[in-house]
Structure formats: structure tokens, C-alpha cells
């Protein structure tokens, strides 16, 4: 069945870095859209960084310049690279992905991990 498992969150420092991972079975990351999620305490779930099913990407204003996604295509693991973290940017992190549908097609439901904590002080 399908899982995805984000790993590589923990404590920084503010300035610091951190890429986070999200390794994918039973899924390939190449066909749909995927992308990061954070939800901090209090608040609710928002987007962080979103590729499209064409590979384009956007990110939240929060992040932009300071966040970058990719994606291996050959490992099938989606990675967020975090740099010059920020106390906002505490929260838990989590991946999801598109789920598939008839011949190759997308749905608006997504696939979700379990999340990874990140917290920057």
C-alpha cells in the first residue's frame, strides 16, 4: 500500500539548516503533483512549497528564497532544502502527493505522511 515517511526534521538554530525527506512506497513520485505542508501549534495546515505534475514550482512568501523542493526521480523521494530557518518556521512538516487515478490521470485527494518536527530556536 501506499506510504510516505518524512525523516530529517530536529532542533536549529535560527540561521541554521535543515532538509527534510519523504521517501515513497507503493507510490511513484513522478506522476502527480506533491508537495510541503507545516502546521505549528495553534495554527492551522498550510503550504509550504508545491511542485506540479509538470515539475513547476511555488512557494509560500514566507519561505521563498530560503526553501527549495526537488525530487529524485531515481531514489522516488521528495526533499524540502531549509535554509536561514527562522523561529516562525517551527512546526511539524509533512509531504503529500496526488493520488492516482484511471490512465495516468490526478486527483485533488492526496496521499499524507506522519509529519517531522522542526524547531528552531
Known amino acids: 500500500h501506499v506510504q510516505l515517511v518524512e525523516s530529517g526534521g530536529g532542533s536549529v538554530q535560527a540561521g541554521g539548516s535543515l532538509k527534510l525527506s519523504c521517501v515513497a512506497s507503493?507510490?511513484?513520485?513522478?506522476?502527480?503533483?506533491r508537495g510541503w505542508y507545516r502546521q505549528a501549534p495553534g495554527k492551522e495546515r498550510e503550504l509550504v512549497s508545491y511542485?506540479?505534475?509538470?515539475?513547476?514550482?511555488k512557494y509560500d512568501d514566507s519561505v521563498k528564497g530560503r526553501f527549495t523542493i526537488t525530487l529524485d526521480n531515481v531514489k522516488n523521494t521528495l526533499y524540502l532544502h531549509m535554509n536561514s530557518l527562522k523561529t516562525e518556521d517551527t512546526a511539524v512538516y509533512y509531504c503529500?502527493?496526488?493520488?492516482?487515478?484511471?490512465?495516468?490521470?490526478?486527483?485533488?485527494?492526496?496521499?499524507w505522511g506522519q509529519g517531522t518536527q522542526v524547531t528552531v530556536s
Open positions: 503529500a502527493a496526488a493520488k492516482e487515478g484511471l490512465h495516468d490521470s490526478c486527483l485533488t485527494t492526496r496521499h
Open positions: 507503493g507510490y511513484n513520485f513522478s506522476t502527480c503533483g
Open positions: 511542485m506540479y505534475r509538470d515539475r513547476s514550482t
